[in-house]
């Protein structure tokens, strides 16, 4: 499944060079090695003494960069960690815009994927599948259950299962390639979602975020048809509690799994993608 948006790139350690050249990196720090005409048009500013052996009129150019409203900085590709933009920096084609997302997003995404960009955009891309839906899907899951079984997505779990009935992959490399599988079979988000997030059997009363049911309800409302939102707003308001048994339970609908993951693209995964990638 592939959503258009900005492609993750590795991170790698940069070596700083004796010797500089014209686009080029500069001899220290971030910045590329261009004319200072070039630099003053596009809007950087430049420094001397770290493109030796280039004219006079080469000068090392920072610049900041905006994409979408967002800030950013002009980087070499073998640099960057985030989502990268090009056409926005001066110097050649590999001298590109870049927001990160590890930086600001470090508490929700799994520490293996912010040391392993590259890895996971490659991975994702030789695999058919779109490099920040592998991001998003783990950040909304919770990464769970983790590194202990290179399964950030939820892939195999169900409700009340517990961790040992999720899949459990060798390496994050084979997460990716599971991950893909598993989303690969649906040709829309709606439809990934409508069986990746299950929103339960029955119409448990309470519920829990585990078992579905009502928990869920409050969220999924609006999307209901007037006679089902109705319906189930009686189910959810007795005293009565349904049990996991389905003993005087009512059962969920295709409709009502259709409203869920309606909600989880508009609701959930939407703004998701937004707040990390600001796309």
């Not at 997302?101 to 994702?124: E, I, R």
């Not at 997505?153 to 299962?161: E, H, K, L, P, T």
């Not at 339970?249 to 309606?262: F, G, L, S």
Request: aromatic fraction near 10%; charged fraction near 15%.
């Amino acid at each position: 499944m592939r959503l258009n948006s900005g492609r993750i790139i590795s991170l790698l350690i940069a070596i700083p060079s004796a010797l500089a050249a014209v686009n080029g990196k500069c001899s220290s720090g971030n910045g590329v090695c261009v004319s200072t005409t070039s630099c003053s048009k596009s809007g950087g500013t430049y420094v001397s003494g770290k493109c030796p052996n280039d004219p006079s009129n080469i000068k090392c150019c920072n610049k900041k960069c905006s994409y979408n409203g967002k800030s950013g900085q002009c980087t070499f590709k073998s640099q960057c960690k985030g989502s990268s933009y090009s056409d926005l920096c001066p110097g050649g084609k590999d001298f590109i815009c870049f927001k990160s997302y590890c930086k600001n997003y470090s508490k929700s995404l799994a520490t293996a994927m912010c040391n392993n960009p590259g890895l996971v955009y490659d991975t994702a891309k030789n695999n058919d599948v779109n490099a920040l839906l592998v991001v998003v899907r783990a950040i909304i899951e919770g990464n769970s259950p983790g590194a202990s079984r290179n399964n950030y997505w939820g892939i195999g779990c169900v409700n009340g299962g517990g961790v040992s009935a999720c899949y459990k992959y060798s390496s994050l490399a084979e997460g990716i390639k599971g991950f893909a599988k598993t989303v690969n079979k649906y040709s829309t988000l709606t439809s990934m979602m409508s069986k990746y997030a299950y929103i339960g059997k029955y119409w448990y009363n309470p519920g829990s975020w585990s078992k579905g049911g009502c928990i869920y309800f409050p969220d999924i409302k609006s999307y209901m048809s007037a006679s089902r939102a109705k319906s189930i707003t009686s189910i959810c308001a007795k005293k009565t509690t349904c049990t996991t048994s389905g003993h005087n339970c009512t059962k969920t609908t295709q409709e009502d799994q259709n409203d869920y993951a309606n909600w989880q693209v508009e609701k959930n995964m939407g703004p998701t993608f937004k707040k990390v990638f600001g796309t």
